[in-house]
């Protein structure tokens, strides 16, 4: 939806003269300001349909059901094959900033805070073993290692991520450390891959797709 | 409260070793478990009051009423000067875990999601000028960033991390990238510092406090 | 020479009981200590008839030479080549220590310390159009920014560095800086990688490949 | 004498236009060119009795004869106090550009390449015991690493750098991989600091300071 039309360039620019053109940057990639309409758009004629969600993975499967069949996207994807996004930050988005607006003109929406914080560790109480590929840090990392912690420790892992353990915050650490948390096996595999995601990423997929 | 109870040691040691003493590693820090004893009972002891608030700001100045008069903590200082801390990201902690545990009791709790995002809009809106300081980034940084975009772009900003720009992320995007945004004003004074930032907000606050 | 018995590990590892083994560790390479004696060897027998070179380029062609015909190493190929070898910085390297060994038996050794700046400003100056394509930075990076300083700016530039512009030094300076120096054309094409080189050089390998 | 005229400013500025007032740029320092002119004076002058000295050391010591009496650089400072100054990459700065110069102009200085290796050896060899304070990685680092491995292993040590281990290159390993080759007693006392040196080295500095 958004990322459609998002366009390559150079990170070297005058950023005055993107927002005289309504541009956004992020880094080398340019999005013109206006995607937020069609967002709005789309919020405004679904809100009633997204309200019904009672939790945000039922809200994002929603988001998922309504995309066309054809869309490629992570939410349509997810959604068809029933694959629940867990999603803690969400007010921490162009999705949160456009259920706001709705709120603002008197619309409700009331997700429950700590649903998905049931369902995450659920699933892994309920796994034979459990295994996690972290691609970055941050919350999602961090929200996948407490529900490990009060369910089942990794048995696997894998960790992608250009921050290091030594500034001592949750992105970096190395996943060793999930040993004495009770996060990761003793005796797991794992292995920590320091490098931009998005090159690493397809390495290893390319790599795992050649030995299947 | 949690905190209180942490150690500082070296980041190499055998964390199979740690676990069978229950002690969880935060890189050089080392915290007992059983802190958490002491956490779930003070949520079940007050989940009561704390389930009173409507929002995640005030669930925090309950927390912070409800510690010792003389407690020095941030959410202590926080409820004292009346100043709201947003955090969209609470279920991603000890305390959202406690609330968890809570509600597999039964007990239930219904924080406005988006409440928050009200809130640090309007007090943007509400303000002469904006300034801005990033102690690392992640979901704080761009929940700030967001509110900036949707109200009154920053006049000063300050960003203390140990991430870059050529990554791509939010956390480790330069400052000057939000003028592109409406985050930053085109004339706005800006300072991106790449360091740890416990070393150097203190030397920040030092060199402030022998100016004023 | 000496890396055909260069063997990969892991980097978590017992040091001390590593050199109980004679293993030097090289974060995640593990070399047996004794390549030095096979090295040894070498200088000791071959010493007078490389002590001939006069200066560091000569020196490494001369070992080049005596490497087996079918030798596919760096020095092998680019003495079949002749292709010059700059290494300023040669003392600080098992090959210095070796040459210091044999000094120290009263062996001399005499190479032109100034020659390869000679021999490297010569070549920028007589090239038609410059390029560079930096891997890593340090000695290597510095000593052809400086040579191009003082003869012919790079008409095209390649980095490839996990180091940054923000601490300061020559090894993370963007390719842009200098411009100011006249290290680089203000014309020219450059791109800085910020990756380790042994992901970013064969990925830009294959490309480069696919393309001709 | 090079630095005198350093002048700080912001990274952020146009390179091409730098370059038309002859200042070259150092991330966020500046530099008018012409230092090179009294760079030049002063070789022109001095280059006979430079050309005395048989090594590196040598060499250092004797510009730090030359400066001023009040001088207080890092080269008059060593002469003064009689501290060896190892320099094995000196042809990859501005100094090994000026003898270039001179060099092309028919001048001879003959510097024993393999001199300072000795020395620092010795150094380490004849001392009860040994420490070490990297400031940064590089040539610096490694020139010492390797004098250390073929004398006496240090008992002391403490690494400043932003490199980190995970690259695998000598400036970012860790300093505990030095036990595996003996360059670091496996008794040794040891701290890897990674922070930019220029913060970090001030306040190491006034730590020890107010300790004695």
């Known amino acids: ?3 459609s039309r ?6 070297r620019i005058d950023d005055v003269e993107l927002n005289r053109k309504h541009i956004d940057r992020i880094y080398d990639s ?17 809100f009633d349909e997204l309200s019904k969600a009672k939790n945000i993975k039922e809200f994002l499967w929603i988001i998922g059901k309504m995309l066309p069949e054809k869309n490629e996207s992570i939410l349509k994807t997810a959604y068809r094959n029933k694959i629940p996004i867990f999603c803690p930050a969400i007010s921490d988005s162009a ?63 894998v960790q992608i991520s250009t921050d290091i353990p ?20 003793k005796n797991a595999m794992y292995v920590n891959v320091i490098c931009d995601a998005t090159i690493a990423l397809p390495l290893i997929y390319a790599a795992v797709k050649e030995r299947f």
């Not at 998002?6 to 990170?11: E, T």
């Not at 369902?119 to 490990?148: C, F, H, M, R």
């Open 1 to 3: 939806m958004i990322w």
């Open 6 to 11: 998002l366009l390559k360039g150079l990170g």
């Open 30 to 46: 340019f999005m013109p300001n206006d995607v937020y309409i069609g967002l709005e758009g789309f919020f405004k004629k679904n």
């Open 95 to 157: 999705i949160g900033l456009m259920i706001w607006g709705q709120m603002l003109k008197g619309k409700k929406m009331m997700l429950g805070h700590f649903d998905d914080l049931n369902d995450i560790i659920e699933l892994s109480w309920s796994s034979k073993k459990t295994g996690v590929i972290y691609v970055g840090g941050g919350v999602p990392k961090n929200y996948i290692q407490q529900a490990l912690q009060f369910s089942k420790s990794a048995s696997y892992a």
């Open 166 to 185: 030594q500034y001592g915050g949750s992105s970096g650490a190395d996943l060793k450390e999930g040993i004495s948390w009770g996060k990761l096996s």
